[in-house]
């Protein structure tokens, strides 16, 4: 800030080109000066915005004049009236205690020194210096580049008072770049950024931010989105049959190719070997009908495009046809004459022959187990001949001689189970 004079007062007007979702009003810093009845801003705004002019007495005026003129020293506002012809300075405010003027759609034509006019005996004068700010300017080495390759961006801050500083970043990533910073004759600075980066094909489109700090506006941005080539991708899919490719079948495929530039020349062969001579090839589209095991091989849909070519395999394996197992048939009394059948069974279920047999092996080994476990609990009774007549003796002596066969008998004693 420059001060001249007794009471003379610099306004600076920082002014940037930065894309409309970031621009804002300029800030204002009111600048006072002592033993003078004049206050006044200093404005930071953005090129394309507006910029307001205040000029305030301080204590109460007494009826004296303001006025407000241009750096040709011409007036833009004498009281309220405008003699300038340039409707792009309104009159925002006027009163006794100030003269407020807004400058719309700022250019780096407007810069220069504007002064406020205060006639008082003696009169008062405070000088603005406006200064514009150049474009921040986003430039590319390569408006297209392929994947794999390098691009270099710059990015330019012209005009700036103190130097601004450039970050870079490219979608969340941020990048580092190499800044040189010149000075030029009017003690302004022009600052260029550039950054240099390999490119893949997830690139594309991806906005790459150049982002300029500076004591006047915070985080002004400049975009480019990347514009990158990359080569085809090519993917093989089964239109039919939807299981395993059986003699007889019939082969549907069909090449999906996408790219950029877009894939125009899309072809198939078959690696090793010829292509079966009934192919069909339609475009991106392989059919073959009758499939038979001289048909194995692998199959190639190959795809390209100005940066490139790429290609996807299918295998084709021929299996065996199904074998069909023919359904029960009805079992008719006389092939000739099928009433000769009515009333008798059309077939054997042999799942209820089955299950009746299993019933009845099952009860016959149940009672077969109760036998076994009765027997094993109730023993025989035993019956000899052994002392026949016993039961009519009158003592046990008398028994053993009435036995029948007597002691001549006892080697022929018989037993009986029952």
């Known amino acids: 800030m420059a001060i001249t004079g007794s009471g003379s007062l610099a306004i600076s007007l920082y002014v940037f080109v930065i894309s409309a979702a970031f621009l804002s009003k300029g800030s204002a810093e009111t600048v006072t000066v002592d033993g003078l009845n004049l206050a006044t801003d200093n404005v930071s705004v ?48 006027f009163s006794d205690n100030e003269l407020r003027v807004s400058l719309s759609n700022v250019s780096l034509s407007d810069e220069g020194r504007y002064v406020c006019q205060l006639y008082t005996d003696p009169p008062q004068e405070a000088y603005a210096d406006i200064t514009v700010l150049g474009n921040p300017i986003i430039e590319s080495r390569y408006d297209v580049v392929s994947e794999g390759n390098e691009t270099e961006l710059t990015c330019t801050a012209m005009g700036s008072k103190p130097a601004a500083s450039i970050r870079w970043m490219k979608g969340e990533e941020e990048l580092t770049g190499e800044t040189t910073v010149e000075e030029t004759y009017d003690r302004m600075f022009t600052v260029t ?50 299981g395993l490719t059986r003699e007889g079948d019939n082969l549907y495929l069909t090449c999906i190719a996408e790219g ?114 009765y027997f094993a609990r109730h023993k025989g009774t035993y019956f000899t001949h052994e002392a026949k007549g016993a039961d009519d003796a009158a003592d046990a002596d008398t028994a053993i001689i009435n036995a029948e066969g007597g ?12």
């Not at 692998?298 to 394996?317: F, P, Q, W």
Request: hydrophobic share 35%.
């Open 260 to 373: 950029k530039p877009y894939p125009l020349q899309v072809s198939w062969l078959r690696v090793d070997e010829d292509v079966p001579p009934h192919a069909v090839v339609t475009g991106s589209d392989l059919y073959i009908e009758n499939l038979n095991k001289s048909y194995n091989g692998t199959y190639r849909c190959v795809a390209s495009n100005a940066v490139g070519e790429a290609y996807d395999d299918y295998i084709l394996y021929v299996y065996d046809a199904p074998t069909t197992i023919p359904t029960p048939t009805t079992n008719p009394v006389n092939t000739q004459d099928s009433r000769a059948s009515e009333g008798a069974p059309q077939k054997i279920d042999h799942a209820v022959i089955g299950g009746v047999v299993a019933v009845v092996m099952f009860a016959i080994l149940c009672a077969l187990i109760v036998l076994g476990r």
């Open 407 to 418: 002691h001549n008998n006892t080697d022929e004693k018989k037993e009986y189970y029952i």
């Open 46 to 93: 953005i090129e394309g915005e507006m910029a307001t002019i205040s000029c305030r007495v301080k204590n109460n005026n007494d009826d004296s004049v303001i006025q407000l003129l241009n750096p040709n020293r011409q007036t833009i506002y004498f009281k309220d009236v405008r003699p300038l012809k340039d409707s792009r300075f309104q009159l925002v405010n």
């Open 193 to 242: 950024s550039r950054v240099r980066f390999s490119v893949t094909k997830e690139d594309d489109g991806v906005p790459v931010d150049c982002i300029i700090d500076h004591p006047a506006v915070k985080d002004l941005l400049a975009q480019r989105h990347l514009e990158v080539l990359y080569k085809p991708e090519v993917k093989i899919v089964v239109t039919s049959p939807d």
